[in-house]
């Protein structure tokens, strides 16, 4: 594939995926540090801005050897042209069954305009195309409808739940799985 191929799957209509820059270290710390976001992203403890820092300066972004991908999305158009709204990653990254998992953050005041749905397609298709994965998966809460909502619309299917799995204030909850497998009807 010419680089202008490449280009193109990580920039769509109105957003475009990049890697991570030193000037994002104060939006990530802000992300990483939100509380309400925690317990989706498995996190139990804070990030320092040092730790942040140390993330972005040192990662080479090959995920043969992080085991993991992080894409800023950023807006293309508009009064906001170039703000950075929110990430998506790739985490688990496993290069023997060629499969990872997928998460994604947009910033609260950019969420229900698509560009959720519009970065999830964009990384479907360069984790297919560009890294060659057999399939990607995620895991949501039974509470989180528009998650999973998003997930299904761009082709995820359920492949299970985890019973009584998520502790959310001392209530249990469900947490599904689903995955994606490659094809070419697949491909966004």
């Given at each position: 594939?010419?680089?202008?191929?490449?280009?193109?799957?990580?920039?769509?209509?109105?957003?475009?995926?990049?890697?991570?820059?030193?000037?994002?270290?104060?939006?990530?710390?802000?992300?990483?540090?939100?509380?309400?976001?925690?317990?989706?992203?498995?996190?139990?403890t804070p990030y320092s801005r040092f730790q942040i820092e140390e993330y972005i300066m040192n990662t080479r972004q090959d995920i043969y050897a992080a085991r993991q991908l992080r894409l800023m999305i950023d807006l293309?158009?508009?009064?906001?042209?170039?703000?950075?709204?929110?990430?998506?990653?790739?985490?688990?990254?496993?290069?023997?069954?060629?499969?990872?998992?997928?998460?994604?953050?947009?910033?609260?005041?950019?969420?229900?305009?698509?560009?959720?749905?519009?970065?999830?397609?964009?990384?479907?298709?360069?984790?297919?195309?560009?890294?060659?994965?057999?399939?990607?998966?995620?895991?949501?809460?039974?509470?989180?409808?528009?998650?999973?909502?998003?997930?299904?619309?761009?082709?995820?299917?359920?492949?299970?739940?985890?019973?009584?799995?998520?502790?959310?204030?001392?209530?249990?909850?469900?947490?599904?799985?689903?995955?994606?497998?490659?094809?070419?009807?697949?491909?966004?």
């Open positions: 594939m010419t680089q202008d191929t490449n280009k193109d799957i990580l920039s769509g209509e109105t957003i475009a995926l990049r890697a991570p820059e030193p000037a994002d270290i104060d939006l990530l710390y802000h992300w990483e540090n939100d509380t309400r976001i925690w317990r989706v992203s498995n996190t139990l293309k158009n508009g009064l906001r042209n170039g703000a950075t709204i929110g990430a998506i990653d790739l985490f688990d990254f496993d290069p023997v069954h060629l499969r990872a998992g997928v998460g994604i953050l947009i910033q609260e005041e950019y969420r229900g305009n698509g560009y959720a749905r519009e970065a999830l397609g964009m990384l479907i298709r360069y984790a297919f195309t560009m890294l060659r994965l057999h399939q990607l998966y995620c895991n949501i809460a039974e509470s989180n409808v528009s998650s999973r909502a998003l997930f299904e619309g761009v082709g995820f299917v359920t492949c299970g739940v985890k019973k009584a799995w998520l502790n959310e204030g001392g209530t249990w909850q469900n947490e599904w799985m689903f995955q994606l497998i490659s094809s070419d009807d697949q491909l966004l």
